[in-house]
């Protein structure tokens, strides 16, 4: 899979970057993979990918920390939500870019006219035609649309797509390395080191 390394800003604010296979919030530091790598791929194919396969260092997101993706690249604008279909809102900025850049796989759609990207995540559906299925979250623009862009939380799929071996995209995130705490203290020290012998040599 070759794709084309860009570097390009989502929002007007710059929160978001893309990169080669996968976009960088900027808020967070966490990098999202490109849904192009678990296109058509189960959710329970994800999950061994991600402990002994390809996709290892990648975990698979929660559904509050897609929406916090989302909502950085909606410029902080709080974005609603449903379970019932998709939401409309003049608050939601168009998310092509975005679908562009992380998505182009079975369960992407794009022509003229629109473009969605579904992924799932962490949690179970509280559907109960979707019992035991992962949770998903779908967005998507429309350019015949007031606000041009959707979100369609936990409401994909129902019937058949009710078990966690259904083959759609997956939200990956990798989320960045906190300094533990003995690399900080040790920092810390280091630092009133240097101060205490810059006070010294001036008295």
Known sequence: ???????????????????????????????????????????????????????????????????????????????????????WDTSIFSFKALVMMLGDGSYYGDNANHGYL??????????????????TVQIGWWSDKVAQGFLRDDSWGPGSHSTTNIRTNTWLVKKAEVPEPSTLAIFALGMIGLASRRFKKQS
């Open 1 to 87: 899979m070759v794709l084309a390394i860009t570097t390009s800003c989502l929002s007007n604010a710059g929160l978001i970057t893309d990169h080669d296979g996968y976009v960088t919030d900027s808020v967070t530091g966490w990098q999202w993979l490109d849904a192009r790598f678990t296109d058509n791929m189960s959710y329970n194919d994800v999950l061994a990918s991600t402990t002994s396969g390809s996709l290892i260092g990648w975990e698979i997101a929660s559904t509050s920390e897609v929406l916090g993706l989302l909502l950085h690249q909606n410029n902080n604008v709080l974005i609603p939500t449903t379970g019932t279909g998709r939401t």
């Open 118 to 135: 579904n992924g799932m995540t962490t949690e179970i559906s509280s559907y109960s035609n979707r019992a035991g299925a992962p949770r």
